[in-house]
């Protein structure tokens, strides 16, 4: 069964960090694109990073302070958040493009589809 699993995430203020980790089970990490993506209420769910074959990929955004990597020997990956602002709050969700048949939520990122999610966090940062 696939499966990703979130921790990580709370409130913070302005200029601090905090990293978010995803756990996943029923597939490995290295054989799949991994992206995190953010959603606030109303809007569109976007993403923020994307690690696949040794590429990773960040918006102008996020870019220069977040920071995605990989522990293969968990099967995790994980979301280095740096130098927060308060237009970062929002709820962030980790994603594969392993196929899951009864996903409900197809997202398009860097090229790829997403159908795996996790259960999302909030991140809340205070100016």
């Known amino acids: 069964q696939v499966q990703l699993v979130q921790s990580g995430g709370g409130l913070v203020q302005s200029g601090g960090s905090l990293r978010l980790s995803c756990a996943a089970s029923?597939?490995?990490?290295?054989?799949?694109?991994i992206a995190w993506f953010r959603q606030a209420p109303g809007n569109e769910r976007e993403g923020v990073s994307y690690?696949?074959?040794?590429?990773?990929y960040y918006p102008d955004s996020v870019k220069g302070r977040f920071i995605m990597s990989r522990d293969n020997a968990k099967n995790t990956v994980y979301l280095q958040m740096n130098d927060l602002r308060p237009e970062d709050t929002d709820i962030y969700y980790c994603?594969?493009?392993?196929?899951?048949?009864?996903?409900?939520?197809?997202?398009?990122?860097?090229?790829?589809?997403?159908?795996?999610w996790s259960q999302g966090t909030q991140v809340t940062v205070a100016s």
């Open positions: 994603a594969s493009d392993r196929t899951v048949p009864t996903t409900n939520r197809l997202k398009s990122f860097h090229g790829r589809v997403f159908g795996a």
């Open positions: 029923g597939f490995s990490v290295e054989d799949f694109a």
């Open positions: 690690m696949f074959s040794g590429t990773t």
